[in-house]
């Protein structure tokens, strides 16, 4: 029964780590923890639609949507990354 208590406990923490991207740090510099952005010339990612989101990271990769900030962004986050800030982001309010 500990046992299980414990590996129900593992599952949560890393349920949780997946829903918060460790990224998110960098990210919410611009776009805000919550994704409420910090300035008017950044935009708000929350409840943006997960979708549109992973779609927007992976035109910023490969420069179908040039943007010189955003570029530098992504260009160390993989595919997995993309999808899982795209799933964060579209969860929040
Ligand atoms: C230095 C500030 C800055 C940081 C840090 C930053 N962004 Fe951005 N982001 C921007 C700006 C500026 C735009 C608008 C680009 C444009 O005008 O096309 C943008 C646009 C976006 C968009 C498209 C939004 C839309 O409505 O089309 C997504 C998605 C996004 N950022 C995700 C992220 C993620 C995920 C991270 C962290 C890995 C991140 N950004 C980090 C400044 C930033």
Do not use: W
């Not at 949507?65 to 990354?81: N, S």
């Amino acid at each position: 029964m500990k046992k299980l208590l414990v590996l129900l406990a593992t599952l949560a923490t890393s349920a949780h780590l997946y829903a918060a991207p460790a990224q998110v740090a960098l990210c919410a510099t611009c776009h805000g923890k919550d994704g409420i952005s910090t300035m008017p010339i950044y935009p708000n990612l929350a409840g943006q639609k997960e979708q549109y989101l992973y779609l927007q990271l992976q035109k910023f990769k490969d420069d179908t949507r040039p943007d010189p900030i955003m570029k530098g962004m992504v260009a160390a986050l993989t595919d997995e990354d993309m999808k899982a800030l795209a799933k964060y982001y579209a969860e929040l309010k």
